[in-house]
DNA sequence: GCCAATCCCGAACGAACGTTCGGTCTGTCA
DNA sequence: TGACAGACCGAACGTTCGTTCGGGATTGGC
């Protein structure tokens, strides 16, 4: 109508949103006002409004064009691992590339945005309910890819596990990839691939051992 | 003098720093105003400030509160491992215990406090410079415990990891425990004891594998 | 019965917040 | 050359922020 229709057609440029990311994954969110947001960008105040509406908004643009590649890719090689399939013969070994791979993917696209996926992590409290729920609902396919590489990976190896135990598996998975967030930097820790082969070696050894405590299965 | 000398003689009510530690943990330190916080304790805004200097005192209370008695616990198990120390025979099964036992202090201690270990794990950024440092001191006590820990579990069962190595693993292993801040809750995920054994086997069975790639350490 | 200490409050302070409004500048295309 | 749209700005709006101030209850020791 008047006032610029903000988010699809004329998207916000990219700038804003890196910069805006890097000042909200040290200071978080509310601790990051428009007038930070202003001076960091070289904008004025009022002129970022042209870009967003809100700084929910902003937020959501972080989030949304953060994760996207990601869940992207993630689903690629999902479909790939698929329409692979059907040779048995193969399968233990297909699993085992597609969950590499998967890992792979993530710590090589956390390692290079490390603010956005910060920002990300911080959670989606602060939007707005349709924009949270949009987020909540791309972790969640992003999740669910997780969940059927490591469900393959164990059954491809051994008797199939219930899906509470592969649900705990993949977050313990999440955990050690996404809690490089706190001490990752590549010039101290090498390339983000070998951390990836690490992290894929040290998982997988351990995800087929036997259900330690029948306690953990209802 | 005449205002109230905040903080060690007349600690702070518990209550108000558990309530304080639930909001903070759900909207951040800089989304929760000091308003929310009279209105959660049911006490007046002027009337907080009796029990501490101000909001950053407050946030540093959760932590050094929060954190102590986990340190505490971490410390005295070191302990216990170090003076049963000097007997080769039991050297592995000495260090598979502290390293268990480290594991479940962990876990225990997270579940049954999950609002302060969420403030304690979104930094200490807001805080100044002195009570920021001495948080993180606290934290770099208890990471280093860990790695202590590791790293014996490594040596009495193969060569000896380059400390970086130890590092590393330490990391991964503060990853598959702290994630759970994002998922677990008694009711869905069975009591904490279990989910340390997993976590414990999951971390043993992969961490004892050879390194994956020479690149990871120069 | 009094004093001091502790705990707590209502009201207000100045500063910073997110957002809006009217206007300018810089192209591009007719 | 003129019209128009997009990018941008300075100044201000009303609200909320963290903090302070003077004072009122309640309590325990003397």
Same mark, same amino acid.
């Given at each position: ?53 809100? &700084? ?90 997780? &969940? ?20 705990? &598996? ?49």
């Amino acid at each position: 109508m008047d006032t610029p229709p903000p988010t699809d057609q004329q998207p916000c440029p990219d700038d804003i949103l890196a910069q805006s990311a890097a000042l909200m994954s040290s200071q978080g969110y509310h601790g990051t006002s428009m007038r930070d947001l202003a001076r960091t960008t070289g904008r004025s105040l009022s002129g970022l409004y042209h870009h967003f509406a809100n &700084k929910e908004e902003l937020l959501y643009l972080i989030n949304q064009r953060g994760f996207s590649p990601l869940l992207a890719n993630a689903e690629r090689l999902r479909s790939e691992y698929r329409s692979g399939n059907g040779r048995p013969v193969a399968a233990a070994p297909a699993s085992a590339a597609l969950l590499c791979d998967l890992i792979g993917s993530h710590l090589g696209y956390f390692g290079s945005h490390l603010n956005e996926m910060r920002v990300l992590m911080f959670g989606t409290q602060p939007m707005s309910s349709a924009h949270g729920k949009a987020i909540r609902q791309l972790k969640e396919r992003y999740t669910e890819i997780f &969940k059927f590489a490591v469900g393959q990976y164990i059954e491809t190896r051994r008797e199939a596990a219930t899906a509470i135990e592969i649900e705990r &598996k993949t977050y313990l998975l999440f955990g050690m990839m996404n809690w490089i967030f706190g001490w990752y930097s590549f010039d101290e820790h090498g390339p983000a691939e070998a951390l990836a082969e690490e992290i894929y070696t040290t998982f997988t050894k351990g995800c087929l051992a036997l259900r330690p405590a029948a306690a953990l299965d209802e």
